[in-house]
T-cell receptor, first 117, second 111 residues
């Protein structure tokens, strides 16, 4: 089973360039999330979506954009990359709100390592 | 705002030892997750619990709601248990954005 798939795994960007991190899930989950993980820090929520056509900002949304045109896909767009966006990015999904019911857990992709130079 | 603290930050132990990782949070929660991050980076959910104790193989997770504290135990630890263990708390008033993550505990089990 594929689960949550995100690409690319590794990318080096120059300052000012733009790129899109792709995320797709095949579990028919309604909720999808983008997190970033910086060294020595906990995961921080960038954006999330509770269903197709619905997105909302998380804790650290500046410099990013998302869209959710289908249930399966939730791409993260970086506009005008900055060194502060050097991080590991994780896409995740859950059927409904995580923790609201027994067995509703969260599934993560393998991570995308992004370096902005 | 919920704060989630984990201890220890780093732990090195010998194969076979009993391991305990602690997680404390500051406000009421509706659920707590324990996650495992492999050396290659992938994150896997181990447990989700809102009360009592859960067991899966050699892993045991407990939570004390009154004390705002959870522990993850590993019995008969093995080098393949080496990973970063992360707790994440879903605060009671939270929406879909309601998970707060700890910084993780880096566990190394030496043969």
């Amino acid at each position: 089973n594929a689960g949550v798939t995100q690409t690319p795994k590794f990318r080096i960007l120059k300052i000012g360039q733009s790129m899109t991190l792709q995320c797709t899930q095949d579990m028919n989950h309604n909720y999808m999330y983008w997190y970033r993980q910086d060294p020595g820090m906990g995961l921080k929520l960038i954006y999330y979506s509770v269903g197709a056509g619905i997105t909302d900002k998380g804790e650290v949304p500046n410099g990013y954009n998302v869209s959710r045109s289908t249930t399966e896909d939730f791409p993260l767009r970086l506009e005008l990359a900055a060194p502060s966006q050097t991080s590991v990015y994780f896409c995740a999904s859950s059927y409904s709100q995580v923790g609201r019911s027994s067995g509703n857990t969260i599934y993560f992709g393998e991570g995308s390592w992004l370096t902005v130079v | 705002k919920n704060e989630v603290e984990q201890s220890p930050q780093n732990l090195t132990a010998q194969e076979g030892e009993f391991i305990t990782i602690n997680c404390s949070y500051s406000v009421g929660i509706s659920a707590l997750h324990w996650l495992q991050q492999h050396p290659g980076g992938g994150i896997v959910s181990l447990f989700m619990l809102s009360s009592g104790k859960k067991k899966h193989g050699r892993l045991i997770a407990t939570i004390n709601i009154q004390e705002k504290h959870s522990s993850l135990h590993i019995t008969a630890s093995h080098p393949r248990d080496s990973a970063v263990y992360i707790c994440a708390a879903l605060h009671s008033g939270g929406g879909a954005d309601g998970l707060t993550f700890g910084k993780g505990t880096h566990l190394i089990i030496q043969p």
